[in-house]
């Protein structure tokens, strides 16, 4: 059964180096696990779409809840799904800094990254947009 969790947080410490702390420890282990996904990062703001098996989904969504780079942390949106749509990551990662602005706009007031204040299923499509204009690079 494959599942994928989207959620939003906040970075407890400045973002560049919570990036790439997350993105070092995370990246091997989430290989390991069978996890793929995405890491959207814009102004000390995270959106982050994990996939992979409901157990591992699961258990990793529970250490996020748990680990003190992140703050605030929101479930947006969980879905049974049918195949990976982020397969090619193990983690991707967006800085919204290096995409047009026009791209957020679209699915928010403003051109920065807030997904507490957007729809689960639109912060999803916005997720889909960056796959589709290649956006989407590693850390």
């Known amino acids: 059964m494959l599942v994928r969790l989207l959620f939003a947080s906040r970075a ?10 997350i ?5 091997p282990r989430n290989a390991e696990r069978g996890i793929t996904g995405v890491l959207v990062c814009g102004d000390g703001v995270f959106m982050q779409a994990i996939e992979g098996g409901r157990a591992a989904v699961n258990s990793l969504y ?5 680990d003190a780079r992140h703050r605030d942390v929101v479930l947006l949106h969980y879905e049974e799904i049918t195949e990976r ?25 403003c051109a ?5 204040a957007l729809p689960g299923q639109a912060s999803l499509a916005l997720l889909e947009e960056l796959v589709a204009t290649a956006s989407i690079g590693r850390a």
């Open 112 to 116: 920065a990254l807030d997904p507490y």
């Open 23 to 27: 993105c070092q420890h995370s990246q």
């Open 85 to 109: 749509r982020f397969a090619g990551w193990t983690m991707g990662v967006v800085d919204t800094r290096r995409i047009n602005p026009a791209i957020l706009l679209k699915y928010s007031e």
């Open 12 to 21: 407890a410490e400045p973002a560049a180096a919570t990036i790439a702390s």
């Open 62 to 66: 529970g250490e996020i809840l748990r």
